[in-house]
């Protein structure tokens, strides 16, 4: 069967939702008796280049993971990273799903991303007969599928450019004149009314995006939206059951106090998917990464968060001491505002934006925030209940993030410095890096100097040292504003200063690791990671 990801591969894009500790987190929260992330056993069905797993086999030196995909090009360019990597712990594969061969006979975590909608029907058939073969009784899959009604738009999209296209041209072509196409649409469109205002937007949207993405997502043979009961009906005919979304703002059932949705609002919805596809409807949902499980799930309740670590990446907008008379303006890392009004909120958030990337245990966040109510003397007594209810409500609207696996990151640049050996290898070919929140980051020409430099471990002052060398040869050219900086005694005071610039902007985007065990810092659940085993072997030989 001829695949075109040969022709054109897609380089697999990275989010939490596509890590197994959100599948974890979201799953034992809905009460699901889940597998422990660091010793689980893991399929990627539609892997591509293997870019989702990679870093989690980083992670999870304990854990086995397997990746499969049709086109051979894609995992030929994924097995050459692992090699490169020596990870011992990913098997990637190419074959189709309908008749590959796995290796094991259990999975206790599966995820089939960007698949399912784009496939054959029969091929949807086969992901879902494997998925329930062999997913394990307490296990969870995670299968994203194009949604309506929110796709409905990008359908428009879909069915303009597949009137002009020509699947005889070759791809490049056909991608050339796709985006001729959009720019002759766009201007026929206009500006003036309240439709091509919306059909704009995602016109501008799908311009910006890369030739795969375009290609892949519109001008594909296959591309099936669904609606959510439809999808989960054709999930329970092969024994697989909705339990919600990896993406917490996507639990709408969850959302009806938060959208002040009343119960006369609802009537007529005899069960809560009905309400969630409801909801779908207010919010134009797109698109769902839909998690499944062997069990028929009751109405989903959410149960306690005291086993999370807890992050948020916010920042305060005012400056000065925390007013808690009046309302504090945050703003979270997409750029939306948030405002908080309570105490008990403002407390929250400026604890997290403080620990941000680093996740803080429920408890520790529970002790200072009780900590900074007394100090305020705020009266309130007892916090646990009302700092769960606000710590769910910035769950559903996707500001903070709870994980069972605390990322091992850390806030600032220590003395010791460590990067993934993934993020350096990423960051040697391209901007674009996985950071220890599993998410995509794009970075600078300094800090990818930096990440080279760092290699596979090194002190800030070696660091230093080596590139103010390489400063002083010339092989090295510090810059401002495009004009090299001239040989000067301020010079290397101007490289010390870059340098810590540098530096803390790897750590704040999460992409510098802590170098010492766990077991030496603060605990996490996790055990040691691939990266510091690394590390210590490394100091050993220097010893
Ligand atoms: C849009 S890409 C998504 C890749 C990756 N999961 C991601 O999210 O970045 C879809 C992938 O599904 C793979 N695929 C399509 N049909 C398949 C089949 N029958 N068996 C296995 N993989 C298949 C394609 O080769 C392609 O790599």
């Not at 299968?143 to 359908?155: D, K, L, T």
Request: aromatic share 6%; with cysteine.
């Amino acid at each position: 069967m001829h695949d075109s990801y040969d022709e054109l591969p897609f380089e697999s894009k990275v989010s939490r939702t596509r890590h197994v500790d959100r599948l974890a987190t979201v799953g034992t929260l809905l009460g699901v008796a889940v597998s422990p992330p660091h010793s689980a056993t893991v399929l990627e069905i539609g892997c591509s280049t293997g870019g989702n797993l990679i870093p989690m086999a980083l992670e999870f030196p304990d854990a086995h993971f397997v990746g499969i995909d049709l086109s051979p090009a894609q995992i030929a360019i994924g097995r050459d990273r692992v090699q490169r990597l020596g990870l011992r712990n990913l098997d990637l594969i190419a074959g189709d799903i309908s008749t590959v061969e796995l290796p094991h006979e259990a999975y206790d975590y599966i995820v089939c991303h960007g698949v399912f909608s784009w496939v054959p029907e029969a091929v949807r058939g086969a992901i879902l007969s494997v998925v329930s073969r062999l997913l394990t009784l307490d296990g969870i899959a995670c299968i994203s599928f194009n949604c309506q009604p929110g796709w409905a738009i990008r359908g428009i999209v879909r069915r303009v450019l597949l009137r002009k296209d020509d699947p005889k041209n070759d791809v490049p072509r056909r991608v050339r004149q796709g985006r001729e196409v959009l720019r002759n649409f766009q201007e026929a469109l206009g500006h003036d009314r309240f439709y091509s205002l919306t059909l704009q937007k995602e016109l501008e949207r799908i311009q910006s995006e890369s030739d795969s993405y375009l290609f892949h997502e519109f001008l594909e043979r296959e591309n099936e939206p669904f609606y959510l009961t439809n999808f989960v009906n054709l999930c329970a005919s092969h024994e697989l059951f909705y339990l919600g979304d990896a993406r917490w703002g996507r639990n709408f059932y969850l959302r009806k106090d938060l959208l002040d949705l009343s119960e006369e609002a609802l009537k007529g919805h005899h069960s809560w998917l009905d309400c969630e596809e409801y909801l779908d409807d207010v919010f134009n949902t797109g698109f769902r990464e839909a998690l499944l499980t062997k069990h028929l799930p009751r109405v989903p309740t959410m149960g306690s968060l005291d086993r999370c670590f807890m992050a948020a990446q916010i920042k305060r907008v005012g400056e000065g001491p925390l007013r808690l008379d009046a309302v504090e303006e945050f703003v979270d890392s997409r750029g939306r505002p948030h405002t908080a009004s309570e105490p008990l909120e403002k407390i929250v958030l400026m604890n997290l934006a403080a620990a941000w990337p680093e996740a803080k245990p429920f408890e520790l966040l529970k002790r200072e925030v009780q900590h900074g109510m007394d100090f305020f003397r705020d009266e309130r007594g007892e916090i646990g209940e009302a700092l769960e209810g606000y710590l769910k409500t910035l769950l559903l609207r996707d500001i903070a993030d709870a994980s069972l696996t605390a990322p091992r990151v850390v806030r600032e640049p220590k003395d010791d410095l460590l990067v993934s050996p993934w993020v350096a290898v990423q960051s040697s070919e391209s901007s674009v890096v996985t950071n220890g929140w599993h998410d995509t980051v794009e970075i600078g020409d300094l800090e990818r100097r930096l990440i080279s430099g760092i290699g596979d471990g090194s002190s800030r002052a070696e660091l230093e040292a080596r590139l103010e060398r390489e400063v002083h040869e010339g092989s090295l050219v510090i810059a401002e504003e495009g004009i090299p900086m001239s040989v000067s005694p301020e010079r290397d005071e101007n490289l010390k200063i870059l340098i810590t610039d540098g530096l803390t902007t790897l750590a704040q985007a999460g992409l510098l690791l802590p170098s010492v065990s766990p077991s030496q810092s603060e605990p996490t659940s996790q055990k040691e990671s691939f990266m510091g085993k690394l590390r210590r072997k490394l100091l050993k030989q220097h010893e």
